[in-house]
């Protein structure tokens, strides 16, 4: 019989010395698949070196294993230290540790093998390196239960023993959903349910919903229609688990619940919906009402609401006009993401190079009139401001070019958050005083206005492209990535929805329930 498999997904992180583990992992992991071949589960085993895309970003590769590593759709993550204490080892424990505060999951199991080397045969780099390894033993061992990998004879019993049992749990936790059908043909998927979280909740169209799944947009479309045989009867189309799985998965419905098989107190609601709402196939249409669904928008700037199409940020622009290599801006960036620096001292640092080759006035108002503004805005937040919500930018790009790039399109903002440029009475530039509120201040500016304006974090909408806008889901608010730059823009964790080519603002106005129509 043929079965729709469900895979236990397990991410396996480590530093380069410890190759021999790694594969014993996979081997073991093998081992187990081959053992449960005829069974309906499996694993999923994702390492760096196997599973990672080639990728060159602006920074490292570090981004690319995060968007292989998917934590929040993670359900292990086996972590291994031994004489290297890898920055990036520990960044993806450190991730998946804040995804299980948030949702429960992944399981984290952490290992540090034994070091055998005696400390006067070490040599500095060896001793530099254990001293890291001691700071992580510190930091994780009161966390919860780590294991230490003392006997080479042991550690694959070790291993065994933990993975299998963690398997386990893993099967009967999908055991005790009751959404396992082993016939891939007996699955049938509840139409009503389907079209209702598609059209009123998620507010997608077929095609969206086809892009962010890999179903097919015919597929879809079958699934979502009734069938009623000559006695009246109901007639739900079949579905593969897997497909059943993703489309739950993308319309964020709990385990089974797209199944007809599962109870839904709410049948009647989802059926009376369907039937006053599909109509004459307006199911291919959303259509919203004209009252706002969020009280405040908040935006970015750069890449939102700045010409998307522009390859340079407004920082890179201001280094390039005054003749500087944008290498020098890239390494003090990355000291700032490396926590060498602060905010402040970035902008003093940037501020002294300005200084030096005399930026001013004159040379900042040349870069703003080269930078042009989205298609749509004085549209799109003209209409925004007449339904009554309010608007606001926290950007980490410069007050004073945002305004002269706005113009009178600024009048529509209670707020600009950004860099401000401080000049003399020459108009030279004297200091950069930097904003509190970039990267995970963007975060803090949302909670303090929420708190302010007793407007809950719910009803706040923002708007962003980038990494640095990614900390804002930890305000609360709802956020929409239009343009993705170095992010992973389908990460459901950081981006609640997705604009992949936005070329007008206009295209946001049905992320924010206005009276508009958007076309399948």
């Known amino acids: 019989m043929a079965h729709e498999k469900i895979m236990m997904r397990i991410l396996l992180s480590s530093p380069s010395d410890m190759e021999t583990e790694r594969a014993l992992i996979t081997s073991i992991v093998d081992e187990i698949n081959a053992a449960n071949k005829e069974t309906p589960y499996g694993i999923e085993l994702y390492k760096w070196e196997t599973d990672t895309d080639p990728s060159l970003t602006l920074e490292d590769g570090q981004k690319s294993i995060d968007e292989t590593f998917d934590y929040i759709h993670a359900d292990l993550l086996i972590g291994m230290f031994f004489k290297r204490a890898g920055l990036g080892t520990k960044h993806e424990i450190d991730e998946a540790i804040e995804v299980k505060k948030q949702y429960g999951f992944p399981e984290i199991k952490l290992y540090f093998k034994k070091v055998t080397t005696q400390l006067h045969e070490a040599t500095a780099e060896e001793i530099e390196q254990y001293r890291r390894i001691k700071e992580l033993k510190d930091l994780y061992y009161p966390q919860g239960v780590c294991g230490d990998l003392k006997n080479e004879d042991s550690i694959e019993k070790e291993f065994r023993k933990h993975i ?151 920082w890179q622009r201001l280094w390039l006009s005054l003749g500087y290599d944008l290498a020098i801006c890239k390494d003090l960036h990355s000291r700032f993401d490396k926590k060498e620096i602060t905010h402040q001292e970035w902008c003093d640092l940037t501020a002294q190079y300005f200084v030096t080759r005399g930026m001013n006035k004159s040379i900042l108002n040349s870069v703003a009139d080269g930078i042009a503004k989205i298609d749509g805005l004085h549209e799109t937040l003209k209409k925004l401001h007449e339904s009554g919500m309010q608007l606001y930018i926290v950007s980490g790009s410069v007050r004073e070019i945002i305004d002269k790039v706005l113009g009178d399109d600024a009048k529509f903002f209670n707020d600009i958050s950004a860099n401000r440029f401080i000049f003399n009475e020459d108009e030279q530039l004297t200091r950069i005083e930097g904003t509190d509120f970039d990267f995970e201040g963007k975060a803090e500016y949302i909670k303090n206005l929420s708190d302010r304006l007793a407007i809950p974090s719910k009803d706040i909408l923002f708007i962003g492209n980038s990494f640095n806008d990614a900390h804002v889901y930890k305000s609360g608010a709802r956020t929409l990535c239009v343009n993705p730059t170095l992010t992973n823009s389908h990460n459901r964790k950081y981006w609640h929805d997705t604009i992949d080519e936005m070329k007008n603002l206009t295209e946001i106005l049905k992320y924010c329930d206005l009276k508009i129509i958007a076309e399948e």
């Open 164 to 314: 299998q049992r963690a398997f386990d749990r893993f099967k009967r936790s999908y055991a005790k959903s009751n959404t396992y059908i082993p016939d891939v043909n007996n699955t049938h998927i509840n139409s009503y349910k389907l079209f209702y979280y598609r059209t009123a909740v998620k507010k997608i169209t077929i095609k969206e919903l086809s892009k962010n799944t890999g179903i097919s947009v015919a597929k879809i479309r079958k699934y979502e229609k009734m069938i009623y045989s000559q006695n009246n009867v109901k007639i739900y189309p079949q579905c593969s688990y897997s497909d059943l799985k993703k489309l739950e998965d993308t319309l964020g419905i709990g385990m089974g619940g797209l199944s007809i098989k599962k109870s839904d107190k709410e049948l009647e609601m989802y059926y009376d919906y369907y039937r006053s709402s599909k109509g004459l196939n307006t199911g291919n249409k959303i259509s919203t009402t004209s009252k706002a669904k969020y009280k405040i928008v908040i935006f970015d700037f750069d890449g939102t609401l700045a010409d998307p199409n522009s390859l340079k940020t407004t």
